[in-house]
């Protein structure tokens, strides 16, 4: 089974509140609805004092730790081994080993996107992120508190089959509790999401398992389907802030198009917000209190009240949709008819789809070989719009 994880970048919600009420989703005293799972970075955790005990109130709460060794990378910021174990440890119920990342950091923020993530490394840095990666994992087996219920999974990279086998023999004799595999550009292939997971399905492990940083609409339903073959497969996005962010607002019903909202003289007005989630309907009964129009300036967006509304929105339509595929992929043939009607990008889910089956009945090799040679595991995704391109790059 997949879940989604959303990642919380601390400080965002601290101090807003509708009728009394604090807006975090994980706490069941939120005024919309309760979904008990959030990613925190240990990188931003630890520098912004985020503890589980001031933000989280309910026991059921699964708090997932991402160690920073991404922020490592597009940051060049690295936080001391054991400061980020003790941090996870103290904080969260999972979390991940302290990588290197192979990636290279570009600076090219052109089209928004981030390039830091589109540029894999050379054999020799790749070697050289896995052997510190692997120094890292040494401490963290050797310092790890026993008796913490902390989970930690081992972080895997490789964006092809010589290379998670370099890195996977590395790590593989140590005795942590699940895997995470590095998500690959470019984040609209489905494809290249579902190889590092699939690799480790073959070598037997079948549980506790996450992917990073991936969510776009055409991936999410394949993370669905991949999950079928996994106990508790995870992978985690903030792709839901686009709500603060650029006040856009995603169509019930259609993940990848979303409608911008409550920006005042340049975006198409609506009395009430199009939709009947728990956060919507709560907010309609009172909309005249919300002034989605009023002239916020550019840079107070991202932290007012009505971008948190619609983040919220947003982030209720992506597990809504997720809960909704997930109860799809039981069955194939209604799953694949479906996206067939569902999505633009339908036909390179489609070939996501069978190159899991394909895995799965006949193994790994066998399935990167065969989609290796037809090139489909080395093609570009053709993107369709800015809407998508907006959601694949969080
Ligand atoms: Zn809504």
Not at 10 to 33: A, R, S, V
Not at 102 to 112: L, R, T
Not at 344 to 371: H, P, R, S, T
């Amino acid at each position: 089974m997949f879940k989604y994880i959303p990642a919380h970048a601390p400080g965002t919600f601290e101090g807003y509140k509708i009728d009394g009420k604090p807006l975090e989703w994980w706490n069941k005293d939120n005024p919309f609805f309760k979904y008990p799972y959030l990613l925190v970075s240990a990188f931003m955790g630890v520098q912004s004092k985020w503890t589980r005990e001031e933000n989280v109130k309910d026991d059921d709460v699964v708090v997932i730790g991402d160690s920073g060794g991404f922020q490592a990378v597009t940051l060049g910021k690295v936080q001391p081994t054991v400061s980020v174990l003790k941090w996870l440890e103290a904080n969260c119920d999972i979390g991940f080993t302290l990588d290197y990342s192979p990636f290279e950091k570009v600076e090219d923020f052109k089209d928004g996107v981030n390039k830091a993530t589109k540029n894999t490394i050379s054999m020799v840095k790749f070697l050289d992120n896995m052997e510190r990666t692997y120094q890292n994992n040494l401490v963290y087996e050797k310092e790890r508190d026993k008796n913490s219920k902390l989970k930690i999974y081992n972080v895997i990279h490789g964006n092809d089959k010589e290379r998670l086998d370099l890195w996977y023999n590395k790590m593989k004799d140590f005795k942590f509790e699940g895997y995470a595999v590095g998500s690959q550009p470019p984040y609209g292939n489905p494809m290249k999401q579902v190889i590092g997971a699939l690799y480790l399905w073959d070598k037997g492990h079948r549980e506790n398992q996450h992917i990073f940083a991936v969510s776009g609409a055409n991936t999410l339903p394949v993370l669905c389907y991949l999950g079928k073959y996994f106990k508790n497969l995870t992978a985690d996005s903030s792709s839901y802030a686009i709500g603060r962010m650029y006040c856009s607002f995603i169509s019930p019903y259609k993940l990848s198009h979303y409608i911008p909202f409550g920006m005042k003289g340049k975006d198409k007005q609506l009395k009430q917000l199009p939709c009947t989630c728990e956060v919507c309907s709560y907010i309609n009964k009172q909309i005249d209190k919300w002034d989605f129009y009023s002239d916020v300036p550019e840079q107070s967006r991202m932290l007012s009240l009505r971008g948190n509304i619609l983040t919220l929105h947003d982030l209720n339509m992506f597990i809504k949709y997720v809960d909704v595929m997930n109860k799809l992929v039981e069955n194939k043939e209604i799953f694949v008819e479906y996206i067939k009607h569902h999505f633009d990008d339908w036909e390179i889910m489609l070939k996501a789809i069978n190159f899991i089956d394909c895995v799965v009945e006949k193994g790994f090799d066998f399935g990167y070989q065969k989609y290796k040679d037809n090139g489909e595991l080395d093609f570009d995704v053709k993107i369709n719009t800015k809407d998508h391109k907006r959601l694949f790059n969080f």
